[in-house]
């Protein structure tokens, strides 16, 4: 086009789960503005500041343009045959030598669906092993297993409309404010419409000065707190007696648990009064429906799936599942978390998650696939990938769009397994601290740069839509795995996003069966859409069908965090995310306006606790724990309890992750980040 012409080019944020519409307004082939799509869901307009002023990354000097190879003294340049004729070659002489489940990857729950799908395509033929996993892994494993166990979908239940409209809201473990501005906001707007707010936060978070009531609890006792709720329902007779009959199974099981957590012994381990517990049951007992959010505070616990078991059986106790604005409303961290579980990045679960050892599903991919044979057990995760590169079983890795040396808990341990790879395999848009490990970097078109869809944490599919040119010779991630495919002796079709899409991916999974192309050009469509006329699923398990057959309640215990705080590491440590950062900031961290608005990490301390060790707001500390230190600055503030520090993961030299605790929820994998014992020193 020419240099002036002005173009408007509708797409889905590359932020957070909420998947709000923009308009990307370009001007000569480069975007100059985003504003928020007016009309239709998730956002009607809104924009957070992240959404509205985070885009210049792609234009960044820093991207990568073309292949990079490793060489003495650091990466030389090379042509796509050349790189790709390298990991072909030496991805087939790992696999000859020590089998394909020597090899193992990670794909991008940043990236559009259609590279998810080629990736975890790639592997599970071309290479032959169920080894893929994607960031669900570090964040929301113990949704999909746990909600799936309880509802037979490990998804959203509702829609983020329903944030706005609900009259009774539990906020568990969620600072929507920040991580999920536009969601944030919804809840607020129920607030200002008259809706009652409770939430559960050891913060006092942004949410909490629009509570009716804040429950702060002690880091870890969300399954004490919940049980001693529902000790109260059941006792003073407030639960939804004929749902709990009609619709699920398990009641007198978890009944006999909750017993054992009368409000007394809860409030002792919550560190709240057990009248705080009473009121909350009554209140939440007093308006129907009643709907319950929660994000990482919940899952990223070695007791992570057990406190998503423990919000289902509230919700289920309370007759809450099945209806508009109630269900259980887990909010996916990245752009496309849910997209990258729903695409079959999963060790195991194909596509539309059918699952891998399902004989039915092998024929069906096979089929598909035109493979003679797929790998049917499943492979394993994401912390084991990373074991598995120390104590060389795993030989090859391939990381896609992930930034494990920062993301992954204990920094120096990911360091350690990412350098003893045989083989490592980057794929990204930027280099980055874990690119310095690898053999091989493949330069990725970005987000505006290519046509595809994401999945947000509402199930809804949207477009995602080119609105400007990849720089250098990068190409799109689809064609990076198609290539490699090829040069491994498999031929797939697909040229395009709409292809993968209209041709494999709808046509493979029934949860999108219904959903092309040509039905999503506006607001998209939440699945299940079994078929081309239906119309979308705002609200899953509904009137209490669910789609499991009936909900199972499963009764869970409270356990503590791994590691507590003692007489050396006094403090529990705690961490988040914050409003104008993203994740590791490969990308908000150029973009110039975030970086003004918040160029540092700190560490959040309580003022009890700064007046104790003198320690004044703005003064660099040192916070170290068992595995790391870092120096950062102290952030004085009433909003945190005495005896606890939290601090982000956006910031390399002050990232959370030296210092958090390489230890799993024991059926998801996912790592509990959200508590461990650290001492704090005056420098
Ligand atoms: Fe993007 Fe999330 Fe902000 Fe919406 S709320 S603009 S999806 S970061």
Redesign the pocket.
């Known amino acids: 086009g020419r240099a002036w012409e002005m173009k408007k080019v509708r797409t889905t944020?590359p932020?957070?789960g909420?998947?709000?519409q923009m308009w990307l307004h370009v001007k000569g082939g480069r975007i100059v503005k985003v504003t928020g799509v007016e009309e239709g869901a998730p956002?009607h307009g809104r924009?957070?500041v992240?959404?509205r002023f985070g885009y210049d990354f792609i234009y960044s000097e820093d991207r990568l343009k073309t292949p990079l190879i490793k060489s003495n003294d650091g990466f030389r340049e090379a042509s796509w045959d050349e790189a790709l004729d390298l990991v072909a070659s030496r991805l087939k002489k790992i696999i000859a030598k020590h089998g394909p489940d020597s090899v193992a990857g990670v794909s991008s729950a940043r990236s559009i669906n259609e590279d998810s799908y080629q990736m975890q395509k790639l592997f599970r033929t071309a290479i032959g092993t169920n080894n893929i996993d994607n960031c669900a892994r570090v964040c929301h494993a113990p949704t999909v297993a746990g909600l799936a166990k309880s509802f037979g979908s490990g998804a959203m239940t509702n829609s983020f409309d329903d944030f706005a409209n609900a009259k009774m809201i539990l906020a568990i473990g969620t600072n929507a404010t920040e991580a999920?501005?536009?969601a944030g906001t919804y809840l607020k707007n129920a607030v200002a419409k008259g809706a009652e707010l409770i939430v559960v936060d050891p913060r006092r978070i942004e949410l909490a000065d629009h509570a009716v009531l804040h429950a702060q609890i002690k880091v870890g006792s969300d399954i004490a707190f919940l049980n001693g709720v529902m000790n109260v329902l059941i006792n003073e007779n407030l639960h939804d007696k004929q749902y709990v009959a009609s619709y699920t199974d398990g009641f007198e099981s978890l009944k006999a648990k909750v017993m054992e957590y009368p409000p007394e012994k809860a409030a002792g381990i919550c560190g709240v009064s057990a009248e705080m517990i009473r009121d909350v049951a009554r209140r939440l007992a007093s308006v129907k429906p009643a709907l319950l959010v929660y994000t990482l505070g919940i899952t990223e616990h070695t007791c992570g799936m057990n406190n998503v078991l423990s919000c289902a059986n509230l919700q289920m106790l309370l007759g809450n599942v099945g209806f508009a604005c109630g269900g259980v409303n887990p909010i996916r961290g990245q752009n496309n978390v849910q997209g990258a579980c729903d695409m079959g990045a999963l060790p195991n679960l194909f596509p539309g998650y059918q699952r891998v050892d399902d004989p039915k599903a092998q024929e069906k991919f096979k089929a598909a696939w035109n493979v003679a044979s797929l790998p049917d057990r499943p492979g394993i995760m994401l912390p084991q990938m990373l074991d598995g590169l120390a104590d060389g079983k795993i030989k090859a890795f391939y990381i896609f769009g992930e930034n494990l040396a920062n993301s992954e808990p204990d920094i120096k341990h990911v360091e350690h397994c990412l350098s003893s790879a045989e083989f490592l395999i980057c794929q990204d848009n930027f280099p980055n601290e874990t690119t310095r490990f690898a053999d091989v970097i493949l330069p990725a078109a970005a987000w505006s740069e290519n046509d595809g869809t994401f999945a947000s944490s509402e199930r809804r599919i949207s477009r995602v839509r080119t609105a400007s040119e990849a720089p250098g010779i990068s190409r799109p991630n689809w064609w990076i795995f198609k290539e490699i495919a090829r040069r491994m002796g498999q031929d797939w079709k697909s040229e395009s996003g709409q292809e993968l899409w209209d041709d494999e991916i709808s046509v493979l999974s029934p949860p999108f069966a219904g959903i092309k192309y040509s039905r999503i050009e506006g607001d998209g469509l939440q699945w299940p859409v079994p078929t081309e006329t239906h119309p979308g699923t705002p609200v899953m398990h509904k009137d209490g069908k669910f789609t499991g057959g009936r909900g199972q309640f499963v009764a869970v215990d409270w356990t503590p965090p791994k590691e507590v705080p003692d007489a050396e590491y006094p403090f529990t440590f705690c961490t988040g995310r914050r409003l104008y950062h993203y994740h590791t900031r490969t990308q908000t961290g150029r973009c110039q306006g975030l970086n003004e608005l918040l160029g540092e990490e700190t560490a959040d301390i309580s003022r009890l606790d700064a007046a104790e060790l003198g320690i004044e707001d703005g003064e660099y500390i040192r916070v170290r724990s068992r595995r790391g230190e870092v120096k950062v600055k102290a952030r004085v503030t009433d909003r945190m309890q005495k005896g606890n520090v939290w601090m982000a993961f956006h910031f390399r030299e002050a990232c959370a992750n030296w210092l958090t605790n390489p230890v799993f929820d024991p059926v998801t994998q996912t790592a509990e980040y959200k508590a461990c014992a650290v001492k704090v020193e005056k420098i």
């Open positions: 944020c932020y957070c909420v998947g709000c956002n924009l957070c992240k959404g999920h501005p536009v």
